[in-house]
């Protein structure tokens, strides 16, 4: 039983982690129409920021954390700026192989800059001591991740749903030209959406380091591509969808791994056959809108 | 008719140059300039394999990683002799009929790619219902899970070891051989009726379909004969490098093959022809960047990948502000030359005309 509950803690924390990336997803899809391939290159950098910010420069904690999360999300800004500001009004697809190059650039910038040697990420004790709740032994990152999480997605929640930048958002989400007429800043709600999205993944990957402490250039691929997955999960475009794919995720992985051992080597694989079975049966992914594309 | 032989006549003087220049090549360059010499060649097969799905047809692939890493893997398992294979498959031994049987590098290379044609057909009939991104997201996961099976049947991939000492086959001759195929396959094919469907497919789909071009079996056929080719290009240079391994097949590989699609212009033989090479041979001499540089009072003892970063800027850069590549669309043919030529000529007399 402990067994079980210790695997539950675990989903769960997997599971908000993947959420936190997946809104980044999420956000930028509705706004551009594009897979921000660069996003987890961005949560890769953020590892690196902590990294040098508290590990090196010594700073405390919570001002290392700080740092990184207004960085990480000026870092989200500059590509949006540089990479995909002169291409909106090009062919989608000449965005998206923007974005790859983006994640391309980012990885080999960080090989030259960090250097490739795998480092380890720095621990803060607050979060990592291991606390015993009932004879489910884990580290205390087990329940506040979740509850970090939560408190954020609320709080974008009532960004996205009550705020006039929110109205904004979702008004440029459904239409470029409406929402310029109705007097929109069409590049300042896009940055909005980029500065948000990335502070998402900048406060994602200081918890996923202190969870899985290694921090290499490739580090934020695998994640970037399933939280990716996630989004489409919960049906892109849809914040709430988001952070249910990104649960669902993670619980369905960890669960996986749980039951059937053998199946550990193939757990990476697992997300994508989960995304092809999810395109082929629902394409609008659990809370996706059914969009009719006009002839 | 006259202009017909004119241009084949002229093509076949090129080719003859061509191996000309290879043979001068062959006896005269060092070992180095050879190596580079054979890269640019299975480059341009990559590239026109991916040139052929993401050009040609407008179908965002992002799979090419994955079928390269099949004819890969199936050329080396088909040609290491079998002394060697035993030698290598520590972990777990290697499966019954592979273990002794070597064939020729040719017939490697070909059933590489059927297999990877194959498989293709398999991915693309869920996958090439998917329009757009979510085809793009949706290859790479497919590849994805194609390196992840390989990395775990330690019987016949051994593994993450991955295989060593695969002969050398892919000499010079090889290398430009298949590319000459590949690049007289393409032009025939992308100025048939074929080709012609699946550019049409690319400008628009919905016009497309009306005008009768079956979308689904077009689009089909433009996969499965790209994952063939990528597949040979993998073959080619598992047999060039000697070694691989599952992680040399990442997504970073498509989109090394991608850099080179783009700067030359998606939709353009010509474009991938001069790209491969400009891009090969680019990434080669910029190791001047990865080693100690003095500027004025500057100085860096060498970063290894400022190289990479350099080039990663020149992708963006082209994708940016020149987003049609080098080529575009177009493409160089005799007709195209001879109309320049005239012009320049005519530019010429009234040049000294004035």
């Given at each position: 039983m402990s067994v079980f509950l210790q695997q539950l803690a675990n989903a769960l924390c997997v599971g908000s982690l993947y959420a936190l990336l997946a809104i980044g997803y999420t956000m930028v899809y509705?706004?551009?129409?594009?897979?921000?391939?660069?996003?987890?290159?961005?949560?890769?950098?953020?590892?690196?920021?902590?990294?040098?910010?508290i590990g090196l420069f010594m700073l405390p904690w919570y001002l290392g954390f700080f740092l990184t999360i207004v960085i990480t999300a000026l870092l989200g800004v500059l590509s949006e700026r540089f990479a995909y500001r002169p291409l909106r009004n090009a062919p989608r697809i000449s965005v998206l192989i923007s974005a790859i190059g983006v994640s391309y650039f980012l990885q080999n910038l960080a090989t030259v800059v960090f250097g490739g040697r795998p480092l380890t990420f720095p621990q803060v004790a607050l979060f990592t001591d291991v606390i015993d709740l009932g004879g489910v032994k884990m580290q205390r990152l087990g329940i506040l991740v979740p509850i970090i999480a939560a408190?954020?997605?609320?709080?974008?929640?009532?960004?996205?749903?009550?705020?006039?930048?929110?109205?904004?958002?979702?008004?440029?989400?459904?239409?470029?030209?409406a929402s310029r007429l109705m007097g929109i800043d069409l590049n300042r709600t896009i940055a909005v959406t980029f500065l948000i999205g990335s502070a998402?993944?900048?406060?994602?990957?200081?918890?996923?380091?202190?969870?899985?402490?290694?921090?290499?250039?490739?580090?934020?691929?695998m994640p970037g591509i399933k939280c990716f997955i996630a989004a489409v999960l919960g049906g892109i475009g849809n914040t709430t969808g988001a952070?249910?794919?990104?649960?669902?995720?993670?619980?369905?992985?960890?669960?996986?791994?749980?039951?059937?051992?053998?199946?550990?080597?193939?757990?990476?694989?697992?997300?994508?056959?989960?995304?092809?079975?999810?395109?082929?049966?629902?394409?609008?992914?659990?809370?996706?809108?059914?969009?009719?594309?006009?002839? | 008719m006259?202009?017909?032989?004119?241009?084949?006549?002229?093509?076949?003087?090129?080719?003859?140059?061509?191996?000309?220049?290879?043979?001068?090549?062959?006896?005269?360059?060092?070992?180095?300039?050879?190596?580079?010499?054979?890269?640019?060649?299975i480059n341009l097969v990559l590239a026109l394999a991916m040139n052929l799905i993401n050009g040609f047809t407008g179908i965002f692939s992002l799979g090419q990683a994955g079928f390269m890493a099949i004819g890969a893997y199936a050329t080396a398992l088909l040609t290491i002799p079998a002394a060697k294979k035993q030698m290598m498959f520590m972990i777990a031994p290697l499966v019954k009929p592979l273990d002794a049987l070597t064939l020729p590098f040719g017939m490697a290379l070909v059933i590489g790619g059927l297999m990877a044609a194959a498989l293709a057909f398999l991915i693309g009939l869920p996958c090439l219902r998917l329009r757009g991104d979510y085809l793009a997201i949706a290859t790479l996961g497919f590849s994805e899970i194609i390196r992840v099976i390989i990395t775990n049947m330690q019987n016949v991939t051994n593994g993450a070891q991955g295989l060593k000492s695969i002969p050398a086959n892919a000499n010079i001759w090889w290398c430009y051989g298949v590319a000459l195929v590949v690049i007289v396959f393409m032009g025939l094919f992308t100025t048939s009726s074929y080709g012609q469907a699946l550019k049409s497919i690319r400008e628009d789909e919905i016009a497309a379909e009306s005008m009768g071009v079956g979308l689904f079996r077009h689009k089909m056929l433009a996969f499965v004969l790209s994952a063939f080719l990528a597949a040979v290009g993998g073959g080619l240079l598992a047999s060039y490098n000697g070694t691989i391994g599952p992680d040399m097949f990442r997504v970073t590989q498509t989109y090394n093959v991608l850099m080179i699609v783009v700067m030359g212009g998606m939709g353009s033989i010509s474009g991938s022809v001069v790209a491969a090479f400009i891009v090969t041979i680019g990434q080669e001499?910029?190791?001047?960047?990865?080693?100690p540089i003095t500027i004025g009072a500057f100085h860096t003892d060498g970063v290894s990948g400022m190289r990479m970063v350099v080039f990663s800027v020149l992708l963006l850069v082209v994708i940016v502000f020149f987003r049609n590549g080098l080529f575009g669309t177009k493409e160089v043919t005799w007709t195209s030359i001879g109309r320049r030529l005239k012009s320049l000529s005519g530019r010429g007399k009234e040049g000294m005309q004035a």
């Open positions: 509705g706004v551009l129409r594009l897979i921000n391939f660069a996003h987890g290159e961005i949560f890769m950098m953020a590892m690196y920021i902590v990294f040098y910010g408190a954020l997605l609320i709080a974008l929640m009532f960004l996205i749903k009550k705020t006039r930048t929110g109205l904004a958002m979702r008004a440029v989400a459904r239409s470029y030209d998402m993944a900048g406060v994602g990957a200081i918890m996923w380091g202190m969870k899985y402490p290694q921090i290499s250039p490739t580090v934020g691929s952070v249910l794919g990104g649960l669902l995720l993670g619980f369905v992985e960890i669960m996986l791994v749980a039951v059937w051992p053998d199946l550990s080597g193939y757990r990476d694989a697992f997300a994508f056959v989960l995304l092809i079975v999810v395109l082929l049966v629902k394409p609008t992914g659990l809370l996706g809108e059914k969009a009719t594309e006009k002839v | 006259k202009k017909k032989t004119l241009s084949l006549l002229l093509t076949l003087l090129l080719c003859v140059a061509l191996v000309g220049v290879l043979f001068l090549l062959q006896g005269s360059a060092s070992d180095y300039l050879l190596r580079i010499a054979r890269l640019c060649a001499y910029l190791r001047v960047l990865d080693g």
